[in-house]
């Protein structure tokens, strides 16, 4: 024979609220034909949020010369009167073409959890995007009417303009944000100027000269490195025979003898220059 010990029965309910704030809520006056007088539960409380997160972003320093690295800057903000919770994928930034997490990688984080890559990846140099996991390796949250930020090192392959927009920041309590972060990154390009001298000269007839060429890069606040692969065409004039070439470094070499087509293969830093010598 079996005897009946013991019974319990849950119930539930789904419920909305069109007004932001703390409720109280308790089942009372609970009866049955066993037990007649009345029963009540604990009285459990739903806290509803009046203001959804936000996220920010910025570069820093923008703009900067190519061949250098920016930090990316992530702010997440809370305007609510409790922490909002941030869930496993929180938000995700996949950056424009070009634009690569710098080396070495340098990351910071006051929010909690962990920084990946776009992929759900452990983050590192040379990946194409990130994202924040909210609930590995602590969880993640913004504190009640405050921020916390996030921030990883960024380089490019070339100059131009970067734009870069995120997904919308997510959270467990408190909703969705209504936009996502954007911001752009200007990257300066190297500014070349190209000079070319003869000496001696005159010079006797069958005497030998040389044509020097000066490629020289700019000093000037915010230029970028020139990186490898510069190429310079020059066509000698007629009856002038090219005996031998030489470069101010390894970085140069050329095809042709009249119509001579020379490449620099090393990169040119700014205020710097190299120098091409054909005799």
Request: net charge negative.
């Amino acid at each position: 024979d079996l005897t009946l010990v013991s019974f319990s029965s849950r119930s539930s309910v789904i419920v909305t609220t069109s007004s932001a704030g703390s409720f109280n809520n308790q089942a009372t006056n609970f009866v049955s034909t066993e037990t007649p007088a009345p029963v009540s539960s604990n009285t459990a409380t739903l806290t509803v949020l009046a203001d959804r997160p936000a996220i920010s972003k910025s570069f820093s320093p923008d703009p900067i010369p190519l061949g250098s690295s920016s930090t990316l800057t992530f702010t997440l903000s809370n305007p609510n009167a409790v922490a909002v919770t941030l869930p496993n994928d929180a938000f995700e930034d996949v950056f424009p073409a070009g634009m690569t997490v710098a080396s070495p990688l340098a990351t910071s984080n006051t929010c909690g959890g962990t920084l990946r890559d776009n992929s759900n990846g452990t983050l590192a140099a040379g990946d194409v995007g990130i994202e924040l996991d909210g609930q590995t390796g602590g969880s993640a949250t913004i504190p009640a009417g405050g921020t916390c930020t996030l921030s990883v090192g960024v380089t490019t392959v070339a100059a131009g303009l970067y734009s870069n927009t995120s997904t919308l920041l997510s959270s467990v309590n408190a909703g969705t944000s209504l936009l996502p972060a954007s911001d752009t990154l200007t990257v300066n390009p190297p500014v070349l100027t190209t000079t070319k001298s003869v000496t001696p000269d005159p010079v006797v007839l069958g005497g030998t000269a040389t044509y020097t060429i000066t490629v020289s890069n700019s000093n000037a606040p915010g230029t970028g490195r020139a990186t490898a692969g510069m190429v310079i065409s020059d066509a000698l004039p007629f009856d002038i025979s090219l005996v031998d070439i030489t470069g101010s470094d390894a970085g140069w070499s050329c095809a042709g003898t009249s119509n001579l087509v020379c490449t620099y293969a090393s990169t040119l830093n700014p205020g710097s220059s190299t120098n091409l010598l054909l005799n």
